[in-house]
C-alpha cells in the first residue's frame, strides 16, 4: 500500500465509527431533553401548590392554556401542517378534551390545594398501572395475575404516603391525594381513548390521520372550553394576580406544556415510546425533590417506600412473558 493512503476498508471502518459516534451523540441529546422534561414537569408540582394556595384553580388552567391553546395552533401554522378536522373526530376530541385537560387540571390543582405537592407526585406515578389496567378491558388486552399484582402494589404505595406522609400541615391530605388519584384515572381514560382513537384512523385509509400536535392542539382547545364557564363561578376577577402568579402560570404553559410535549415526543419518535417512557419515572422523584427544596415539605423514608411500591406496580403491569423468537424476529 503507498504510505500516506488508506485501504478501501480503513475508510468504510472510519466512515461506520463516524456515524456510530453521530448517533451516540444524537441519542445524549435526546436523553439530556427528556431528563429536562421530567424535571418540568417533576417541578409542576410545586408550582401549581404556589399557585392554588391563594388562587381560583379552575381559573389558573383557563389561564394556562388560554396560552397554549394559541400558541399550539400557531406553530401548527408556522409548521404548515393541516388543522383540518373530521367531523367524525370531533367527538373524539371532545371526550379527549374532557379527561386530559378539564377533569385532569381540576384534579391535579386541587389536589395540590389540599395536600402536600411532593405526596400528590408521588400518586400520579400510578398512571401507567391504571393504564393497563384499562387496556385489558376496552382495548382487550390481557388481563394477567401479574398485571393485578401491579395494581395492588400501585395501590400500597399510594396508601402508604397517604397514611405515613410526615407532611401534616395541610387543609385535607386523604382529600386532596383522593383528588390526584381522580386526575390520574382521568388521565388513564384518556391515554385509552387515544390509543384506540389511533388505531382506528391508522385502519382507515379514506382519510389521513391528523398529526400528533394538532390532536393535542383540538384536544387541548376543547378541554379549555369546558372549563371557561366553571372559571366563571370562581369569580377570579375578585383575586390578586401578582407578577409571581403570571410567571408561574407562563411556566406551566410554555415550559411544562409545550417544552415538555415537544421534547418527549422528539424523544419517542427518535429512541421508541418505550424506552422514553421509561423517563417518566422519574417524574414523582424530580416532584418530590423540587417539592422539598420550594416549599420546604417534609421528606421522611415513606416516601422512598411509595415510590418503590408504585415503581415496582409500574414494573409489573409493563412486564411480559419472553417468547422465543423465530429467525423472522430476529431483526
Not at 373524539?92 to 389540599?114: A, D, E, H, K
Not at 395501590?155 to 397517604?162: K, P, Q
Not at 383528588?179 to 384506540?196: H, N
Request: charged share 10%; aromatic share 10%.
Amino acid at each position: 500500500m503507498v504510505p500516506g493512503r488508506r485501504s478501501k476498508t480503513d475508510v468504510q471502518r472510519l466512515q461506520t465509527e463516524a456515524t456510530t459516534i453521530g448517533v451516540d451523540d444524537r441519542n445524549l441529546i435526546v436523553c439530556s431533553q427528556l431528563l429536562l422534561t421530567m424535571f418540568l414537569w417533576g417541578l409542576a408540582w410545586p408550582v401549581g401548590r404556589l399557585l392554588a394556595t391563594n388562587l381560583p384553580p379552575v381559573s389558573i388552567a383557563v389561564l394556562r392554556y388560554s396560552i397554549v391553546v394559541p400558541v399550539l395552533f400557531g406553530i401548527l401554522k408556522v409548521k404548515g401542517q393541516s388543522v383540518r378536522v373530521e367531523r367524525k373526530w370531533i367527538v373524539n376530541f371532545i371526550v379527549m378534551g374532557l379527561f386530559s385537560t378539564t377533569l385532569y387540571q381540576i384534579f391535579f390543582l386541587y389536589g395540590v390545594r389540599y395536600a402536600a405537592a411532593s405526596d400528590d407526585s408521588l400518586v400520579i406515578g400510578i398512571g401507567p398501572v391504571l393504564i393497563a389496567i384499562m387496556a385489558s378491558f376496552v382495548l382487550n388486552e390481557r388481563l394477567t395475575k401479574t398485571k393485578g399484582l401491579g395494581f395492588i402494589s400501585g395501590l400500597a404505595g399510594i396508601g402508604v404516603i397517604s397514611l405515613l406522609s410526615p407532611n401534616t400541615d395541610v387543609l385535607n391530605r386523604p382529600l386532596g391525594i383522593s383528588l390526584v388519584f381522580g386526575g390520574a384515572i382521568a388521565y388513564a381514560i384518556y391515554t385509552v381513548t387515544l390509543r384506540r382513537f389511533v388505531a382506528a384512523n391508522r385502519a382507515d385509509n379514506t382519510v389521513s390521520a391528523p398529526s400528533s400536535l394538532a390532536l393535542l392542539a383540538w384536544i387541548s382547545l376543547f378541554g379549555w372550553l369546558f372549563l371557561i364557564p366553571l372559571s366563571l363561578l370562581e369569580a377570579p376577577w375578585t383575586y390578586s394576580w401578582g407578577p409571581l402568579s403570571w410567571l408561574g402560570i407562563l411556566y406551566l404553559a410554555l415550559l411544562s406544556t409545550v417544552v415538555g410535549y415537544f421534547f418527549y415526543v422528539e424523544g419517542v419518535s427518535k429512541i421508541g415510546a418505550g424506552r422514553a417512557a421509561i423517563f417518566g419515572n422519574l417524574v414523582p422523584v424530580f416532584g418530590v425533590m423540587t417539592s422539598v427544596l420550594l416549599l420546604g415539605e417534609s421528606l421522611s423514608p415513606w416516601h422512598g417506600v411509595s415510590f418503590l411500591l408504585i415503581l415496582t406496580g409500574v414494573v409489573l403491569v409493563n412486564r411480559q412473558k419472553k417468547v422465543q423468537q423465530t429467525p423472522m424476529d430476529q431483526r
